[in-house]
């Protein structure tokens, strides 16, 4: 029974502290998020900003009082702005920012929410745009040669000519502007359609042109090929018939040194041969042979 | 005095209250301890294999670094609300974001198709089709070469780093879709339009992405654009039929030069493989030649040798045997007497194909006479 009592009032004491503790830490910690920051204000007036994550303290209600703020990052992108180049061409830039509060007491004062922000940040976005691309001309941002391209120099003087009169006139940190869009007004498109049919046109034709010619050059070194192999073909023809008819007019002349008087009379007699054909007629004497000797037989 | 009579006051209006918790606990203390113990468990977090966590104590990230910080799949041990909470990130996961910034018809960026006014058709073009773009309502790049071009793209992403993201990053489709456009204007904006619409696609992509990475990490958005891929590239509606046309062109220039080639392929090897057959059959002939030569040589020296030995009758047998054939193989063979006087006055032997051979001698003799 008595142990009971002591149990009780132990846990009495327990629970009672707890709920204090609990009361108090409720009223006094300010917990701060990653990705938040917290603005305490005394009596209404900004006392300071709680922008590390974590545990912070202040005094309880009605003397201190918190806001929270949403310190992450956020995309705008500003409207689409008629410009001139500096080579004086009308173009329409749209840019993009990257922004997050820097300086909450200024921004909460300055500012107060973020569509109230992006307004500002389009006035000073659309006049920097129009000032830093009056400095360049259009090759700067659209070309083919890379030495003319100044898009990189461009962003950094857009960030440079507006990010820290925003952090110090609005509490917002300007992180990275870039060119999101570049177009050509609708009166200056048709202009540019005109150019590019025209040059589409000229490629056709010129593909046209190559292509015959290309075509043609290629037959016709084929033929002039195809000549040059018959012309050889025919010169080592030439050569060899040549030096055969010399190696068989060789063979022969040395055979027929031998006896040059049988072979006049062989190649006579091989002419004969060749007088008398199928569709010869032979006139030949009775006197001569072989009839003169079946005369002289019957003569006898 | 004043005191301990508030305490008993005190004591006195919270002694229902403190009844009912004698009560309860004389009741319920085992529920109680249990509710406790799963409270003080409850932090106690399951992390799935996609995932990874991490832990903020009193809002603030735990860890010094990002590896310190991400705790990976597995049981993950905190103390319970409010001190700790644990966020999880599917890392793994890749989510998908159309980019129709630069297409041809924008209507998920602006108003929708904006209504024309009835007077704003006059400059149309031979076919019909506006011969301008608005540019408020008409998303298009130009490119280096001032073409203008309508992009189309879906650009797939997953989270790199989960704190980042969560906490300081800007929203993910919107930097996504700014930086991906952002890199793709000024990647167009250095490449010929000729470049852009054949051969040049993959290194078009390949800048894009690379530069819309690097703004991804200006932004500290802790994303990672895992591809990038071009879904419409196109020349405006307007001006389609002047590039296939070239398209058309250019096709038919490699068509005719193909077929050229094909010409050359063929001419060239058959004119080689006539030459070559003349060459064989000219090899032929003198080699055939050459043998009959060395032939006949021998035969000749043979025949000498012979006719040395005996020349009277090999003459006179070489001599008998050309006559033989001559007569063997001529069509007719007329006999005529030997002149009278040393000439024939007057005769006339009519010689005529082979069938007359079979005439009557005499005709021509009596002819003649």
């Not at chain 1, 090929?225 to 190696?247: D, F, N, P, Y």
């Not at chain 2, 094909?262 to 004119?271: L, T």
């Amino acid at each position: 029974m008595v142990d009971a009592m002591k149990t009780q009032r132990w846990l009495r004491a327990i629970v009672g502290t707890l709920a204090l503790g609990a009361i108090v830490f409720s009223a006094t910690a300010v917990v701060v998020k990653e990705g938040q920051a917290v603005l305490i204000t005394r009596f209404g007036r900004p006392l300071r900003a709680a922008t590390q994550a974590g545990l912070h303290w202040k005094l309880p209600w009605p003397i201190d009082a918190e806001t929270s703020l949403d310190m992450r990052r956020r995309v705008y992108e500003t409207g689409q702005t008629e410009m001139l180049t500096r080579d004086k061409k009308n173009i329409i830039a749209r840019t993009f920012v990257v922004w997050r509060i820097g300086d909450p007491l200024t921004f909460t004062q300055a500012i107060g929410n973020q569509s109230a922000a992006e307004g500002k940040l389009d006035g000073l976005m659309t006049n920097a745009a129009i000032g830093t691309l009056g400095g360049h001309d259009l090759s700067a941002l659209v070309s083919t040669n890379p030495s003319d391209l100044q898009v990189d120099q461009i962003e950094s003087e857009l960030l440079a000519s507006t990010a820290p009169m925003a952090l110090r006139n609005y509490g917002v940190m300007v992180e990275q502007i870039r060119l999101e869009r570049l177009a050509l007004p609708e009166e200056n498109v048709t202009a540019v359609f005109g150019q590019m049919r025209a040059e589409r046109r000229q490629f056709a034709a010129k593909f046209d042109a190559e292509g015959l010619r290309e075509a043609s050059r290629i037959r016709s070194e084929a033929d002039l090929e195809a000549a040059r192999i018959r012309a050889k073909g025919a010169e080592e023809q030439a050569r060899i018939v040549g030096e055969s008819a010399a190696q068989v007019a060789k063979i022969y002349a040395d055979a027929h040194r031998i006896d040059p008087d049988l072979y006049r009379f062989t190649r006579s007699l091989d002419s004969l041969d060749k007088l008398v054909t199928g569709s010869t007629s032979l006139i030949l004497r009775t006197d001569s042979e072989p009839f003169s000797l079946l005369q002289s037989k019957e003569g006898k | 005095m004043r005191r301990q009579k508030s305490l008993s006051e005190i004591g006195r209006f919270m002694a229902p209250v403190s009844l009912l918790l004698d009560g309860a606990w004389q009741r319920m203390h085992w529920w109680v301890a249990t509710m406790a113990v799963l409270y003080a468990l409850s932090g106690i977090t399951i992390v799935r294999s996609d995932e990874v966590a991490v832990i903020l104590r009193w809002g603030q990230l735990v860890g010094e670094t990002p590896a310190l910080q991400q705790h990976g799949p597995g049981l993950l041990f905190a103390f319970p609300r409010p001190v700790d909470e644990i966020l999880r990130v599917q890392v793994k996961r890749i989510s998908e974001v159309p980019v129709t910034t630069l297409a041809a018809a924008t209507s998920t960026m602006e108003s929708g198709p904006v209504p024309q006014a009835p007077g704003e058709d006059d400059d149309e073009g031979p076919s019909g089709i506006r011969e301008t773009l608005d540019p408020l309502t008409r998303g298009y790049a130009l490119t280096g070469d001032e073409n203008i071009v309508h992009v189309e793209m879906v650009a797939r992403y997953r989270v790199r780093d989960p704190a980042e993201w969560a906490f300081y990053g800007p929203k993910a489709e919107d930097v996504l879709r700014a930086e991906v456009t952002a890199a793709m204007v000024r990647s167009l904006g250095e490449m010929g339009v000729d470049r852009v619409l054949s051969d040049g696609r993959k290194d078009l992509i390949a800048t894009a992405a690379r530069r819309a990475q690097a703004g991804l990490d200006t932004a500290h958005s802790g994303l990672e654009l895992s591809s990038l891929e071009l879904t419409r590239l196109s020349p405006p509606v307007a001006l389609a039929a002047d590039f296939d046309a070239v398209q058309s062109a250019f096709i038919t220039a490699e068509t005719s030069k193909k077929d050229a080639e094909a010409y050359a392929a063929s001419a060239i090897p058959n004119v080689q493989a006539e030459a070559d057959t003349l060459l064989q059959a000219a090899r032929g002939t003198a080699s055939n030649d050459l043998a009959t030569a060395q032939g006949d040589a021998a035969a000749f020296q043979a025949l000498d040798r012979e006719y040395r030995a005996n020349p009277v009758v090999v003459r006179e047998r070489l001599y008998r045997d050309a006559v033989d054939r001559a007569l063997s193989s001529a069509s007719q063979i007329r006999w005529v007497p030997p002149p009278i006087g040393g000439s024939y006055h007057g005769m006339r032997i009519t010689v005529g194909p082979s069938d007359t051979g079979t005439e009557p001698l005499g005709e021509g003799g009596s002819g003649g006479r």
